[in-house]
């Protein structure tokens, strides 16, 4: 089995995610970091022999890679992408694929251009569940799905800042704006509305983003999603799902960290598990890909993930104008 010498732009605390997840697959080195904080990219490195980096272009010029992955804010993803994307490393980029429909534009045109492997993390996207769906709606109308995401997370100061991250609409959000349209089609138009409530900071804590929110979705077939994201406070229960309501079927898809598939489809009870964590699996078929040099092989591609973008940003302009947004063709 050939190793895939993998390096890493970014060190927080996806990073760290992702480091866990390599260092159980045998067929992968984690062999460089890079962070602009030298401290954070040398904790990442402990215990690996990973060689640590300041700048991303210090560790492209030097290192001999397999893959790339990018776990930089999603206003940093732009650069490093598209370099190691032209260079024919194989690159895994966090979600979003980036802040900007314009940056996206341009990963997706470098991924295209080159034919050089680029996946993107949507996690759920790659849950196995997802392919139970088709056989158990075929022939039926999906009139509706409802999706939570309801529980503490890890700030950080882009996190909070809407300009810079987008805030829950984007970092959380748009996770079930992905899975939505994996499961029911392109999204057409949105709306959105924000709570002034603050569920997860005091008053006076920094930061221009909704705590909670809600959007809604119009599919493209007719069906409505609903996404409905609150931050909580440290220590408080989480609750990550979508219901699927079809002309004869109602589906409940448990998500973090249960990931089952249950209800009833025709009169027949339906219960199902994932056989493996969707990022853990999101990553192997990455690394499958990357070693076969088969972009489509990956769980969410970058148009794929730059159509999701889309979706948020509408649903930004919807969030400021109380009114419903169309979804631009990207």
């Known amino acids: 089995m050939d190793t895939i010498r993998v390096g890493m732009v970014g060190a927080g605390w996806i990073a760290q995610e992702h480091r866990r997840v390599l260092g159980s697959m045998a067929d992968a080195e984690f062999a460089a970091v890079?962070?602009?904080?030298?401290?954070?990219?040398?904790?990442?490195a402990v215990g690996t022999g990973a060689r640590t980096y300041s700048d991303w272009r210090d560790l492209l010029d030097h290192e001999d890679l397999g893959a790339l992955f990018v776990c930089t804010p999603p206003r940093s993803h732009r650069d490093p992408a598209v370099a190691a994307l032209n260079h024919g490393l194989p690159v895994y980029l966090e979600k979003p694929i980036a802040r900007t429909l314009e940056d996206a534009a341009a990963i997706v045109a470098a991924a295209g251009s080159t034919g050089t492997v680029c996946a993107v993390g949507?996690?759920?996207?790659?849950?196995?569940?997802?392919?139970?769906?088709?056989?158990?709606?075929?022939?039926?109308?999906?009139?509706?799905?409802?999706?939570?995401?309801?529980?503490p997370t890890q700030?950080?100061?882009?996190?909070?800042?809407?300009?810079?991250?987008?805030?829950?609409?984007?970092?959380?959000?748009?996770h079930h704006m992905d899975l939505a349209r994996a499961v029911a089609g392109d999204v057409v138009a949105v709306q959105a509305a924000g709570s002034r409530i603050r569920l997860a900071r005091s008053a006076g804590d920094a930061?221009?983003?909704?705590?909670a929110l809600t959007i809604m979705l119009e599919l493209a077939s007719g069906a409505l999603a609903t996404v409905v994201v609150a931050w909580t406070r440290?220590?408080?229960?989480?609750?990550?799902?979508?219901?699927?309501?079809?002309?004869?079927?109602?589906?409940?898809?448990?998500?973090?960290?249960?990931?089952?598939?249950?209800?009833?489809?025709?009169?027949?009870?339906?219960?199902?598990?994932?056989?493996?964590?969707?990022?853990e699996r999101s990553v192997r078929r990455f690394l499958d890909a990357a070693g076969s040099r088969d972009p489509a092989a990956v769980?969410?591609?970058?148009?794929?993930?730059?159509?999701?973008?889309?979706?948020?940003?509408a649903a930004e302009q919807a969030l400021q104008t109380s009114q419903?947004?169309?979804?631009?063709?990207f």
Not at 34 to 44: N, Q
Not at 207 to 211: K, L, S, Y
Not at 299 to 313: E, G, H, M
């Open 34 to 44: 890079c962070d602009i904080d030298p401290e954070r990219a040398g904790s990442l």
């Open 234 to 279: 440290p220590g408080q229960p989480g609750t990550y799902g979508l219901d699927i309501i079809a002309s004869e079927a109602t589906l409940r898809l448990a998500l973090d960290p249960d990931f089952t598939l249950s209800g009833v489809s025709r009169g027949q009870p339906v219960t199902r598990r994932a056989a493996s964590h969707p990022l």
């Open 155 to 174: 700030s950080r100061p882009w996190f909070t800042d809407m300009r810079a991250g987008g805030g829950n609409l984007l970092e959380r959000g748009s």
């Open 207 to 211: 930061g221009d983003i909704d705590d």
């Open 299 to 313: 769980a969410c591609t970058p148009p794929d993930a730059a159509a999701t973008l889309a979706v948020a940003v």
């Open 324 to 329: 419903a947004v169309p979804v631009g063709t």
């Open 122 to 151: 949507y996690q759920w996207h790659a849950l196995d569940l997802l392919g139970e769906l088709p056989g158990l709606l075929a022939g039926q109308q999906v009139g509706l799905l409802v999706g939570t995401n309801i529980g």
